[in-house]
């Protein structure tokens, strides 16, 4: 559920049960308990926790942005390591391909007629 979907249900149920909410405080508390912990652990740290609801929406939809940031830029290192991990096994079997390709390596370099031409 996005921060502005929770935000939505909590002010209905605010307006539903305002007994349950009768302080800023209180609704700061419960909106803190309604967003996922790792989105609330952000919402409450800092120098001094959010002390209104606005403030605490405010900081929750940062929190919301840059946690998504981070999971999209997860997402793409890992998509270029598996293309590279890819990569780099289709060149290895091109390299192997290659080799079994020839038919004796140690004869392509040793040609012992071309001594004739060193010696006079």
């Known amino acids: ?48 926790p959010p002390t209104t609801v606005a403030e605490c929406v405010e900081r929750a939809l940062r929190a919301e942005y840059r946690l998504a940031q981070a999971k999209q830029e997860r997402a793409k290192f890992f998509e270029e390591k598996k293309k590279e991990k890819s990569q780099s096994k289709q060149n290895q079997g091109n390299q192997l391909n290659n080799q079994g390709n020839r038919s004796n390596p140690i004869g392509n370099h040793f040609n012992p007629m071309s001594y004739k031409y060193c010696i006079n």
Not at 11 to 36: K, S, W
């Open 1 to 48: 559920m996005s921060v502005t979907e929770a935000v939505r249900k909590f002010d209905q149920l605010a307006q539903l049960c305002p007994h349950l909410v009768p302080t800023e405080d209180e609704r700061v508390r419960r909106m803190l308990d309604m967003f996922r912990p790792e989105m609330a652990v952000v919402i409450d740290s800092g120098e001094k």
